[in-house]
T-cell receptor
Framework: DTGVSQNPRHKITKRGQNVTFRCDPISEHNRLYWYRQTLGQGPEFLTYFQNEAQLEKSRLLSDRFSAERPKGSFSTLEIQRTEQGDSAMYLC??????????????FGPGTRLTVL | AQKITQTQPGMFVQEKEAVTLDCTYDTSDPSYGLFWYKQPSSGEMIFLIYQGSYDQQNATEGRYSLNFQKARKSANLVISASQLGDSAMYFCAMRESRGNNRLAFGKGNQVVVIP
């Protein structure tokens, strides 16, 4: 079990550019989540997938944001025309539906985005 | 409306002492789960402990225990025998059964363990 991995770990971009982040969940986990965390705050939910289906999107996820999980394994989060307000840590988590207990989510190390 | 409230200022704790981190929550959902995560300076969120709303006993995981008071809607985390490696931000989170498994987090508590 290698845990949740995210790439890149850091991304610096200029305003207006597009960026894409990747998340590889724990292999047997069928649920995958994206959160955003700004300085001094807890993570805020963005969207989640069950297998390849995107089941919920937060109102935080503007039209410039899109997420995919094409084969129900890894996921990508793309931000188009980045703005300085997009600067944050983007966290990915996964969990196993049907697991007894809390279905706790396991987080990756995050991708820190800085928009100049 | 904020679902999770963590209002304690940053805390300094002596090594080997216990520390209690406060968390109150707000929900009308009869079925929910409460979680605590640790976030060290490296940034990764580390799952610590879970309490289900219907669980009769308080959850424990090693040095972590959760003081669940359902009527007061509080879920305080107790860390016993603090270690230097416990220095981190600690986040309380809630999952509602109507919430499609998404977690709602509080703003966190900063803990610094001093030798």
């Amino acid at each position: 079990d290698t845990g949740v991995s995210q790439n890149p770990r850091h991304k610096i971009t200029k305003r207006g550019q597009n960026v894409t982040f990747r998340c590889d969940p724990i292999s047997e986990h069928n649920r995958l989540y994206w959160y955003r965390q700004t300085l001094g705050q807890g993570p805020e939910f963005l969207t989640y997938f069950q297998n390849e289906a995107q089941l919920e999107k937060s109102r935080l996820l503007s039209d410039r944001f899109s997420a995919e999980r094409p084969k129900g394994s890894f996921s990508t989060l793309e931000i188009q025309r980045t703005e300085q307000g997009d600067s944050a840590m983007y966290l990915c988590a996964s969990s196993l539906l049907g697991k007894r207990g809390g279905n706790e989510q396991f987080f990756g190390p995050g991708t820190r985005l800085t928009v100049l | 409306a904020q679902k999770i409230t963590q209002t304690q200022p940053g805390m300094f704790v002596q090594e080997k002492e216990a520390v209690t981190l406060d968390c109150t929550y707000d929900t009308s959902d009869p079925s929910y789960g409460l979680f605590w995560y640790k976030q060290p300076s490296s940034g990764e969120m580390i799952f610590l402990i879970y309490q289900g709303s219907y669980d009769q006993q308080n959850a424990t995981e090693g040095r972590y225990s959760l003081n669940f008071q359902k009527a007061r809607k509080s879920a305080n985390l107790v860390i016993s025998a603090s270690q230097l490696g416990d220095s981190a931000m600690y986040f309380c989170a809630m999952r509602e059964s109507r919430g499609n498994n998404r977690l709602a987090f509080g703003k966190g508590n900063q803990v610094v363990v001093i030798p």
